[in-house]
């Protein structure tokens, strides 16, 4: 499950990312996970078609699929890859009904980062999806209802730009954040201790989004996003993207 602060589910090497049981996936296919969903809820709000190849199909995966077809995105399943035909920058529509992401908090935390500046009402069903809604409610995310299975969400429309201070090795958080402000006007940032990801702002650059990073002393770095501003569809290769 993703709770808290998510520093230690996410973080390559920590057996909590993976889940318990023989069949537990490796430390890297759970941050290839955490990359695939990224990239895939992006494609959903980038203007024209993308294609996302080398993302196993895993449950993260599927469910990050499904909730992009939810929200109004198109999306085909080649035999090689995965494409998306993508609604635009700020664009998700209303789903007909509740968005099942049981066995995905990956997907469930990636997606309240996206809902979050989306005007948009939405309930999710799954353990643990209301796990990292707090985080957005200074932002104006609005929790209608919420257990540990279930909430409902609706997404501020005019979401106030703010800087974040982000635990170490928190990829999860850094994510969903960087995802909120794709739709959040004005300039967000996002303080980190240490050095941060490159993987991180090399996925949003590839949208067209201006991730600018910046050394801020003693090891840490400021990642800066201007928010509403229109993404274009883009390959993804999951070796490359995911390659350190």
Do not use: C, Y
Not at 88 to 93: E, R, S
Not at 168 to 197: C, F, M, R, W, Y
Not at 208 to 223: D, F, N, R, Y
Request: proline letters at 6%.
């Amino acid at each position: 499950m993703v709770r808290g602060s998510m520093s230690q589910q996410a973080q390559p090497g920590n057996e909590a990312a993976a889940g318990a049981g023989s069949s537990r996936p490796s430390a890297s296919r759970t941050v290839n996970d955490l990359f695939a969903v990224a990239a895939l809820l992006l494609m959903a709000v980038a203007t024209g078609r993308s294609r996302l190849s080398g993302a196993h199909p895993s449950k993260e995966v599927k469910a990050a699929v499904a909730a992009a077809r939810a929200f109004g995105a198109t999306v085909e399943l080649a035999p090689d890859a995965i494409v998306v035909s993508g609604l635009g920058t700020g664009v998700l529509l209303e789903p007909v009904q509740s968005v099942d992401l049981s066995g995905a908090p990956l997907t469930a935390a990636l997606l309240t980062g996206l809902l979050s500046s989306h005007d948009v009402p939405v309930t999710l069903m799954g353990e643990g999806v209301a796990d990292l809604s707090d985080l957005f409610l200074p932002i104006g995310l609005q929790v209608e209802a919420k257990s540990h299975a279930r909430v409902s969400l609706r997404g501020s429309n005019m979401p106030p730009p703010r800087e974040w201070q982000v635990e170490v090795g928190d990829l999860v958080k850094v994510l969903a954040i960087l995802l909120s402000a794709v739709n959040t006007p004005g300039l967000t940032g996002i303080a980190q201790e240490d050095g941060g990801d490159p993987r991180i702002a090399r996925l949003f650059q590839r949208f067209g989004v201006g991730v600018a990073v910046a050394e801020t002393g003693q090891g840490g770095v400021m990642l800066s996003i201007t928010g509403r501003q229109p993404l274009t569809g883009s390959v993804i290769e999951m070796t490359a993207l995911v390659a350190v």
